[in-house]
C-alpha cells in the first residue's frame, strides 16, 4: 500500500572495482550488511535499508527509472547512460548527492606507440573502439572530427593490435594496460569517480530523513579520509 514506508534502496556494483570502497563506504556509516550469501538483496540489519548488488551499468537506469531510490556507481557509466538515454527519449534525471573519493580513472584516447598523433584531427577518418560510444561521439563532435566508433564491451585494448581498430577510447588508471598492449595515451575526454546519486521523484518522507542521516556520515568518512 502507498502509506505504507518502503525501505530505502541502494544499487552498489555486486564485484568488481567499485565494490569493496562501496561496501566499505556503508560500514564506516554504521550500516550493518550480512553479505556472505551470494544474494541479489542484502538487508541492512540496523536501519530500514535494503542494498541491490548489481552489475555497474545496470545502476543508472535502476535510479533513473525509480526503482532504487540510491545508487554508486562511476560518472563515465552514469554520463554514458545519460547520453543514451537522451537519445532514446528516456527519462534520465537524477542528483547527485555526493563525488566520492574512490573509483578515479580517466577515459583516454590511445594509438599505437609508433602511430603519430597531433591532436584529434589526426583522428579523422579512423575507427577507434570503446565501450563508451556516446562519451567519445560527444567528443569527436565537440572536435569537429569525423571517425567510426566502433563499439566493444570488452577486450577494448587489443583492438588496433586486432586489426579491429585504429585507435581506442577506454579507461585508464595506471597506464599499465596500454603499455603492455603498446599503446600511447594521447588525449584525455573525461575524468571520472564514484558517484552517490539518488533519483529524482524521492518524496517519503522516512526514506528522505534516512538520507538526511546518512550524508553528515558519509561527508565525515570522507573528511577523516583526506
Ligand atoms: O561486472 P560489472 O559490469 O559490474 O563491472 P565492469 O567490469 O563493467 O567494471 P569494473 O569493475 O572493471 O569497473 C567499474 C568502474 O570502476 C568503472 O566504470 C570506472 O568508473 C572505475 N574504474 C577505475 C575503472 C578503472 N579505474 C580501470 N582502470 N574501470 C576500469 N578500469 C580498467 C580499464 O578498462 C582497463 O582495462 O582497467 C584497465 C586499465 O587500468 P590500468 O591501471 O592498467 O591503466
Ligand atoms: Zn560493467
Redesign the pocket.
Known sequence: PATESKRLRIAM??????SVDSQALFASCGLKINLREQRLIAHVENMDIDILRV???DIPGLVMDGVCDLGIV????LEEESLQRQLDNHSFDYTVLKRLDF???RLSIAVPQEDEYQGAASLEGKTIATTYPRLLGRYLKQQGVNARVVTLKGS??VAPRAGLADAIC?????????EANGLREVDVIYR?K?VLIQRKDLTDNKQLKLINKLMPRINGVMQANE
Open positions: 556494483q555486486k564485484s568488481g572495482r567499485l552489475r555497474d551499468d562511476g560518472e563515465n557509466v573509483g578515479g580513472c577494448v585494448e577506454d579507461l585508464v588508471s595506471t597506464g599499465a594496460t596500454l571520472s564514484a
